[in-house]
């Protein structure tokens, strides 16, 4: 069992970065079509970004779970763990390496894109093999899904005015008019 599903969880980094990396167009490619913008980066801020790893590792939980769902604990905490690492780790280790170097490098970007999918998927294998399961704890998942969710739903159109949400180019917030 804990084989089959490192293999899915390895697999789904994988497919989780080929279709993040991806979605880094779909928004220009669709003409800008504003439903789309729900799923993919509408700009250069650090906040768009964080939905190309998002939306792909929810839909990839989703096809999982049809097959998991029998042979695993916690399948609910553990995705949920992982939709909530990928963004964090991604965040933690960008604005850790600005910080020092003081500017971005693209290839670095995308290593660090690569390294949190990797992270979120091998946390949620960890949970998903836990022989522990926690009634409580996969109940408060499913409100912490729902939360994050919203915020990537609502901080597309209405992005505070903050550092993550500014687009480095433009210096617009959100979907540019």
């Known amino acids: 069992m804990k084989k089959s599903v490192l293999i899915w969880e390895l697999v789904g980094v994988i497919i989780i970065i080929l279709s993040g990396s991806m979605l880094h167009f779909v928004f220009d490619w669709s003409g800008q079509w504003k439903p789309i913008a729900l799923i993919a980066a509408v700009n250069e801020s650090v906040w768009e970004h964080l939905k190309l790893g998002f939306w792909p590792a929810l839909l990839y939980a989703v096809i999982e779970y049809r097959y998991l769902k029998k042979s695993t604990h916690n399948?609910?905490?553990?995705?949920?763990?992982?939709?909530?690492?990928?963004?964090?780790?991604?965040?933690?280790?960008?604005?850790?390496?600005?910080?020092?170097?003081?500017?971005?490098?693209?290839?670095?970007?995308?290593?660090?894109?690569?390294?949190?999918?990797?992270?979120?998927?091998?946390?949620?294998?960890?949970?998903?093999?836990?022989?522990?399961?926690?009634?409580?704890?996969?109940?408060?998942?499913?409100?912490?899904?729902?939360?994050?969710?919203?915020?990537?739903?609502?901080?597309?159109?209405?992005?505070?005015?903050?550092?993550?949400?500014?687009?480095?180019?433009?210096?617009?917030?959100?979907?540019?008019?």
């Open 75 to 177: 399948f609910l905490l553990a995705k949920t763990t992982a939709l909530y690492l990928i963004p964090i780790s991604i965040v933690i280790l960008f604005y850790s390496y600005t910080a020092i170097l003081g500017y971005n490098v693209l290839v670095i970007d995308i290593l660090i894109f690569a390294i949190a999918v990797a992270i979120g998927q091998l946390a949620s294998y960890k949970l998903l093999t836990s022989r522990q399961f926690s009634k409580p704890l996969n109940r408060f998942a499913l409100i912490a899904l729902a939360v994050i969710v919203l915020m990537f739903l609502l901080f597309t159109f209405f992005p505070p005015h903050l550092p993550i949400f500014r687009d480095p180019v433009t210096g617009g917030y959100g979907i540019i008019k």
